[in-house]
């Protein structure tokens, strides 16, 4: 399935009979539709980073990203963004103006009736 808006793909969703995938999109297929337009694409393909970055938020105002994101898989601290940090919405979600394809069904453990650790 295809969302389209104002004749653009704003996203993309697995057939959801599929075994194998259950209708959830691969890596690739879920972000298909975030790339694909904008002509900085190619030569500004994070722009998270123009606004979240230690050195930007002052003027930005936006919140600056977290110091592990300076830091390499050992701990050591780095002068900028480390490459594996770079794809922001690998992890993060993007924010768009749009209905969710799947409702948001997250209940707190607490509600659960499950204690926090260390809470008995």
């Known amino acids: 399935m295809v969302g389209v808006k104002e004749g653009q793909v704003v996203a993309t969703h697995g057939d959801m009979q599929a075994e194998v995938n259950r209708g959830l999109n691969c890596i690739k297929g879920y972000f298909l539709s975030k790339i694909m337009y904008g002509a900085d694409r190619l030569k500004t393909p994070n722009r998270c980073l123009s606004c979240h970055k230690r050195e930007l938020t002052q003027k930005s105002?936006?919140?600056m990203i977290s110091v592990t994101h300076y830091m390499?898989?050992?701990?050591?601290?780095?002068?900028?963004?480390?490459?594996?940090?770079?794809?922001?919405?690998?992890?993060?979600?993007?924010?768009?103006?749009?209905?969710?394809?799947?409702?948001?069904?997250?209940?707190?453990?607490?509600?659960?009736?499950v204690k926090h650790a260390g809470s008995e």
């Open 61 to 63: 105002g936006a919140p």
């Open 72 to 113: 390499t898989r050992e701990g050591q601290m780095l002068a900028d963004v480390s490459p594996r940090r770079y794809f922001c919405t690998a992890c993060h979600v993007p924010q768009a103006d749009v209905r969710p394809l799947v409702g948001n069904t997250f209940r707190d453990m607490s509600e659960m009736g």
